[in-house]
Nanobody, 126 residues
Framework: VQLVESGGGLVQAGGSLRLSCDASRFTFDDYTIGWFRQAPGKEREGVSCFSTADYSTNYKDSVKGRFTISKDSFGPTVYLQMDNLKPEDTAVYYC????????????????????WGQGTQVTVSS
């Protein structure tokens, strides 16, 4: 199973980027897709997640109001729209997947995400 990220790049502070996570090879009926990031010298942290079981979402406090996670209604792609980017958002961004039951409620960044993409670099200049 492979997840593939795209959409990273270099942007000035205040700008926007949209990351995509292609989960077409994710064959589970219901799953959660999480976006994580890791900046140089720092631990990886959860940013946002989306659950196909009940369409719930969750966000790290520092990105609330600036980032929006969504899923393509007709396909397997999960997007992370990032607006009003700040230099501290600079990191390698990864999407990860975890299968969940159809009755799973909510979305957690603390799930055992077993499937990961290769990452995409996001650089925000000041």
């Amino acid at each position: 199973v492979q997840l593939v990220e795209s959409g990273g790049g270099l942007v000035q502070a205040g700008g926007s980027l949209r990351l995509s996570c292609d989960a077409s090879r994710f064959t589970f009926d219901d799953y959660t897709i999480g976006w994580f990031r890791q900046a140089p010298g720092k631990e990886r942290e959860g940013v946002s997640c989306f659950s196909t079981a009940d369409y719930s979402t969750n966000y790290k406090d520092s990105v609330k109001g600036r980032f929006t996670i969504s899923k393509d209604s007709f396909g397997p792609t999960v997007y992370l729209q990032m607006d009003n980017l700040k230099p501290e958002d600079t990191a390698v961004y990864y999407c990860a997947g975890a299968p969940v039951g159809s009755d799973y409620v909510g979305c957690s960044l603390d799930l055992g995400y077993a499937y990961w993409g290769q990452g995409t670099q996001v650089t925000v200049s000041s």
